[in-house]
C-alpha cells in the first residue's frame, strides 16, 4: 500500500494544502463568533495560549506518526502499537470528522448562497435590520439552505472521488494566497470605519472578568479546531510528506499563518459590527449578518462582497476536503475498498446528518439534545471534547510510548534548523504540558467533579 501512495509534490504543495485544511470557517466565522459570545480580548489571548504552547507540539506529533507511518489513522497505530488500546483514538477521529464534515457544510453551504445572493447585490437590500431578515428567513427556511448543503458536499464528492493529491494541491497553491490578498483589503477597510476604535478595543483589550472555566474550554475547543487537530486529520495528511519535509517549521508556519487570518477576520468584523451598532455575542449568525452590511456601504459592493463569499467558500472546502480524506484513506486503506466507493460512502452519511443539521435552524429547531440543536451539539461536542481528547491520547502516545529515535528521526529529518533543544522541548510539552492542561481544562471546564 505504501509504494502506491501519492506525495503532496512540492514544499509549497505542503504548505499550501497544510494551511489549506486549517484556514477555513475555523477562522473566519467560528473564531469570530466565539470571540463575539466570549468577551473578545481575553478569549483571543487563551486563544492564542493554546495555539502555539499545547497545539504546536500535538500537530508536531500528529506529522511525526502520519509521516513515519505513511498511512491511515487505524493504519498507523496499528503499525506502531500493534495490539494496543492506544488505536482507539482513531475512532474518535474518525466519528469526529464525520460530525465536523456534516455540520460545516451546512455553514459552506450558506457561504455559497450568498455568493449567489451577492452577484444580484442582496436584492438590493442595505440597511442591517432588513438584511438581518433576510438571512434570518433564509436559514430557518428548511428547503434552500439543505439543497446548499448537499451541493456542498456533492461538489466535495467530484473532487475528492478522482483522488485529492493534483486537485486540491494545485488548488490550494493558488486559492490561500489570493485570500490573503483579499483579507489585507477588507483589513484595510474597516479600520477606516467609524467603529473601527470600538471594535479594535473588544478584539484586543483582555477583560479577564469574562473568563470562566467554560469560556477557556471553548477557546481551546476552538485551538484544536482551527488547527485540524486531534482528529487525524494531519496523520492522514502528514503520510503524503515527503521525508525532506521539516516537521517542526511546518507546524509553526501553519499555526501562524492560520492566526494570522483569524485576526485578520476579527480585525474586518469587530469595527463593522460597532460601526452598525451590532450585538457582538450574536451567535453562528454573525458572520454572515455583519459582513453583508459592510458590503452594502462600499463602492462596488456587490463584486466584494461575491469575491469574498467565493473565496470563503473555497476556503471551506480545502478544509472539508481534509477531513473527509480522514475516512476516504481510512476506507480505502483498511477494508481495500475503491477511492470511488470509498468517497461515496463518507460523503453520503455527511449528506444525511448534514441534512439534520441544516434543518437545526428551521423545522428541527425545537428538537433539542442536553439543551442543544443538532448543528450545535456538533459543533461542541466535536470541538471542546472530541479534539481534545483525542489531542491528549496522541500528545501521551508520542511523549511516552512512541521509540524516542523516532520521534527524533522524525523532528530531526529535513533540518529546519531544529536542534536537540528543539526536540526535548517538544517531547516536554507533549509529555507533561499538553496532557496536564488539557485535563484541568476539562476537569473545570466540563465541571467534572
Ligand atoms: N481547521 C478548519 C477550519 O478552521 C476546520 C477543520 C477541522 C478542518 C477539523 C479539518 C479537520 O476551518
Given at each position: ?18 494551511v489549506g485544511s486549517a484556514v477555513g470557517l475555523g477562522n473566519i466565522w467560528r473564531f469570530p ?18 495555539i ?123 486559492l490561500m494566497p489570493m485570500l490573503f490578498v483579499i483579507l489585507l483589503?477588507f483589513t ?38 482551527t488547527l ?25 508556519i501553519t499555526a501562524g499563518l492560520d492566526t494570522l487570518v483569524a485576526i485578520l477576520a476579527g480585525i474586518i468584523i ?41 473565496l470563503l467558500?473555497?476556503a471551506?472546502?480545502t478544509s ?130
Amino acid at each position: 500500500m505504501k509504494e502506491t501512495r501519492t506525495q503532496f509534490a512540492t514544499r509549497l504543495g505542503v504548505i499550501a494544502t497544510t494551511v489549506g485544511s486549517a484556514v477555513g470557517l475555523g477562522n473566519i466565522w467560528r473564531f469570530p463568533y466565539e470571540a463575539g459570545v466570549h468577551g473578545g480580548g481575553a478569549f483571543l489571548l487563551i486563544d492564542l495560549f493554546f495555539i502555539f504552547i499545547i497545539g504546536v507540539p500535538v500537530v508536531c506529533a500528529e506529522f511525526i506518526i502520519g509521516r513515519h507511518t505513511g498511512s491511515n489513522i487505524r493504519g498507523a497505530f496499528r503499525a506502531l502499537a500493534p495490539g494496543r488500546q492506544w488505536g482507539l483514538v482513531s475512532y474518535i477521529g474518525l466519528c469526529a470528522s464525520v460530525m465536523i464534515l456534516s455540520f460545516y457544510s451546512v455553514v459552506a453551504g450558506w457561504t455559497m448562497h450568498y455568493t449567489v445572493k451577492s452577484i444580484g447585490g442582496f436584492s438590493g437590500v442595505t440597511t442591517p435590520e432588513a438584511l438581518h431578515a433576510q438571512f434570518d428567513a433564509f436559514a430557518s427556511s428548511d428547503i434552500a439552505p439543505t439543497a446548499w448543503t448537499l451541493i456542498f458536499l456533492a461538489v466535495n464528492y467530484l473532487i475528492l472521488s478522482r483522488g485529492v493529491q493534483k486537485g486540491i494541491e494545485r488548488m490550494s497553491n493558488i486559492l490561500m494566497p489570493m485570500l490573503f490578498v483579499i483579507l489585507l483589503l477588507f483589513t484595510v477597510n474597516s479600520l477606516m470605519m467609524p467603529g473601527a476604535s470600538d471594535g479594535l478595543k473588544f478584539l484586543f483589550t483582555p477583560n479577564f472578568s469574562e473568563i470562566t472555566p467554560s469560556v477557556v474550554l471553548g477557546a481551546m475547543g476552538q485551538a484544536f479546531f482551527t488547527l485540524s487537530l486531534g482528529l487525524g486529520c494531519l496523520i492522514t495528511y502528514s503520510s503524503y510528506f515527503k521525508r525532506e519535509t521539516p516537521l517542526l517549521r511546518t507546524s509553526l508556519i501553519t499555526a501562524g499563518l492560520d492566526t494570522l487570518v483569524a485576526i485578520l477576520a476579527g480585525i474586518i468584523i469587530f469595527p463593522a459590527v460597532f460601526t452598525f451598532g451590532q450585538e457582538p455575542a450574536t451567535g453562528p449568525k454573525l458572520v454572515f449578518e455583519v459582513l453583508p452590511s459592510i458590503f452594502a456601504n462600499m463602492g462596488g459592493g456587490a463584486i466584494w462582497s461575491t469575491l469574498f463569499f467565493l473565496l470563503l467558500f473555497l476556503a471551506s472546502l480545502t478544509s472539508t476536503i481534509s477531513m473527509a480524506e480522514i475516512t476516504i484513506a481510512y476506507f480505502e486503506e483498511e477494508f481495500g475498498m475503491k477511492r470511488k466507493k470509498a468517497t461515496a460512502i463518507s460523503i453520503a452519511v455527511s449528506m444525511v446528518l448534514g441534512t439534520l443539521c441544516a434543518l437545526s435552524f428551521g423545522s428541527l429547531g425545537g428538537v433539542k439534545l442536553f439543551g442543544m440543536t443538532l448543528f450545535n451539539l456538533f459543533d461542541y461536542t466535536s470541538s471542546n471534547i472530541l479534539l481534545p481528547i483525542g489531542g491528549m491520547i496522541i500528545s501521551l502516545f508520542v511523549g511516552w510510548v512512541l521509540d524516542r529515535s523516532i520521534v527524533r528521526g522524525e523532528l530531526l529529518a529535513g533540518g529546519g534548523r531544529i536542534t536537540g533543544w528543539g526536540v526535548s522541548t517538544v517531547v516536554f510539552c507533549l509529555r507533561w504540558l499538553a496532557p496536564v492542561c488539557i485535563g484541568l481544562v476539562f476537569v473545570y471546564g466540563l465541571n467534572i467533579f
